[in-house]
């Protein structure tokens, strides 16, 4: 196959775990007989730096012209005013719209050699294996009204939570057909006994799931999630629920993985490539981590899983993204670690170092 990738490198360590997963990439080409093409573009901070635009045009046009994107991360203390007019994490949420990408698939796995890195204990985290999977278009990140406005000592702010009665449908219709092919339950998210969005949410929910008797559904307030992800997180299947519930409670789960820098999402819409299958962006669920940008020490490998992700979902390329997450599970029982994941015992390693072990198990 001839694959076409958008890469959007971003900011902080973002060029540096994105490097290491088209090293990735380029070795599963070469093993598989794949051609892939590569395609940069400005997002984020990099792109205000540049243009004064966090999403340039020129970008948006290449990810729409793409088959897939693969994205690092933005963001940083040098676009973090919050008077800017123009911020990074603007350039990611309006991406998302132009491409429609409606779910975040967010898997949170814990690996055996991993268990250690969990700041809970073993018998809490070892074996969990879930999907969170989150709306990614409406709600407070897009909301309108939306801003501020007066002055001090009246100051105010005001941020808008819609959702229709279609997009929580779509969302929960990718949750079930996805816990088919697992575990067979779906936790839905929401704050049902305070909020109006989330009493439409759960009434749509429970529509969707009669359509699925094969897949059982549980309601889940959100602040009781929140307790159980840290008391019980064996107990979730596959996670369901609203974007800005969804933001947090991912964050929340990586930490039962030991680090954000073992995570992959990937970001899908309704919108097909040339090959057929869903076009997705694809990022590790860090950030930029700017205190070590540019040291070689930040962890690729929630990057090089996005990527794996990438072959699965917009390429329909199953036995490459199996061999990658299987290299990386190598890499991990062979004791080689970057330092966000690393215990005693094991041996400390950087970016590079890290993608050429996974290159060699490959």
């Given at each position: 196959?001839?694959?076409?990738?958008?890469?959007l490198?971003?900011?902080?360590?973002?060029?540096?775990?994105?490097?290491?997963?088209?090293?990735?990439?380029?070795?599963?080409?070469?093993?598989?007989?794949?051609?892939?093409?590569?395609?940069?573009?400005?997002?984020?901070?990099?792109?205000?730096?540049?243009?004064?635009?966090?999403?340039?045009?020129?970008?948006?046009a290449?990810?729409?012209?793409?088959?897939?994107?693969?994205?690092?991360?933005?963001?940083?203390?040098?676009?973090?005013?919050?008077?800017?007019?123009?911020?990074?994490?603007?350039?990611?949420?309006?991406l998302?719209?132009?491409?429609?990408?409606?779910?975040?698939?967010?898997?949170?796995?814990?690996?055996?050699?991993?268990?250690?890195?969990?700041?809970?204990?073993?018998?809490?985290?070892?074996?969990?294996?879930?999907?969170?999977?989150?709306?990614?278009?409406?709600?407070?990140?897009?909301?309108?009204?939306?801003g501020?406005?007066?002055?001090?000592?009246?100051?105010?702010?005001?941020?808008?939570?819609?959702?229709?009665?279609?997009?929580?449908?779509?969302?929960?219709?990718?949750?079930?057909?996805?816990?088919?092919a697992?575990?067979?339950?779906?936790?839905?998210?929401?704050?049902?006994?305070?909020?109006a969005?989330?009493?439409?949410?759960?009434?749509?929910?429970?529509?969707?799931?009669?359509?699925?008797?094969?897949?059982?559904?549980?309601?889940v307030?959100?602040d009781?999630?929140?307790?159980?992800l840290?008391?019980?997180?064996?107990?979730?299947?596959?996670?369901?629920?609203?974007?800005?519930?969804?933001?947090?409670?991912?964050?929340?789960?990586?930490?039962?993985?030991?680090?954000?820098?073992?995570?992959?999402?990937?970001s899908?819409?309704?919108?097909?490539?040339?090959?057929?299958?869903?076009?997705?962006?694809?990022?590790?669920?860090?950030?930029?981590?700017?205190?070590?940008?540019?040291?070689?020490?930040?962890?690729?490998?929630?990057?090089?899983?996005?990527?794996?992700?990438?072959?699965?979902?917009?390429?329909?390329?199953?036995?490459?993204?199996?061999?990658?997450?299987r290299?990386?599970?190598?890499?991990?029982?062979?004791?080689?670690?970057?330092?966000?994941?690393?215990?005693?015992?094991?041996?400390?390693?950087?970016?590079?170092?890290?993608g050429?072990?996974?290159?060699?198990?490959?």
């Amino acid at each position: 196959m001839n694959l076409k990738i958008t890469v959007l490198s971003g900011d902080g360590i973002g060029p540096e775990v994105v490097a290491q997963a088209i090293r990735v990439l380029n070795a599963v080409g070469r093993k598989f007989n794949h051609t892939f093409e590569f395609d940069h573009a400005l997002l984020g901070g990099c792109a205000i730096d540049a243009t004064g635009m966090a999403l340039p045009p020129e970008t948006t046009a290449k990810c729409q012209a793409a088959d897939a994107v693969l994205l690092g991360a933005v963001g940083g203390p040098k676009w973090s005013d919050p008077r800017a007019k123009v911020r990074p994490e603007q350039g990611l949420l309006g991406l998302r719209k132009a491409l429609g990408l409606f779910a975040n698939l967010r898997p949170v796995k814990v690996y055996d050699a991993l268990i250690d890195a969990s700041t809970l204990k073993a018998e809490i985290v070892r074996g969990v294996d879930m999907l969170i999977v989150r709306e990614l278009t409406g709600g407070a990140y897009f909301g309108q009204p939306q801003g501020r406005s007066g002055e001090a000592p009246h100051r105010q702010a005001v941020d808008t939570t819609p959702y229709s009665e279609a997009e929580i449908a779509r969302l929960m219709h990718m949750a079930f057909e996805l816990a088919r092919a697992r575990r067979r339950k779906v936790s839905s998210v929401d704050k049902a006994n305070v909020l109006a969005t989330s009493r439409l949410w759960r009434e749509v929910a429970h529509e969707v799931a009669a359509q699925y008797p094969d897949v059982q559904i549980e309601d889940v307030l959100v602040d009781a999630c929140s307790m159980y992800l840290i008391r019980s997180p064996k107990s979730y299947d596959v996670i369901a629920t609203e974007n800005l519930f969804g933001d947090i409670l991912s964050d929340e789960a990586a930490m039962l993985a030991g680090s954000m820098g073992m995570l992959p999402s990937a970001s899908l819409g309704e919108q097909l490539n040339q090959h057929g299958y869903r076009r997705g962006l694809y990022e590790p669920i860090h950030g930029s981590a700017p205190d070590i940008a540019g040291k070689g020490i930040a962890n690729p490998l929630a990057t090089i899983l996005s990527s794996a992700m990438m072959l699965r979902w917009s390429f329909g390329l199953e036995v490459e993204a199996n061999s990658i997450e299987r290299a990386v599970e190598q890499v991990l029982n062979d004791g080689l670690r970057c330092k966000d994941i690393a215990s005693q015992g094991t041996r400390v390693i950087g970016s590079e170092e890290m993608g050429a072990a996974v290159v060699e198990r490959l």
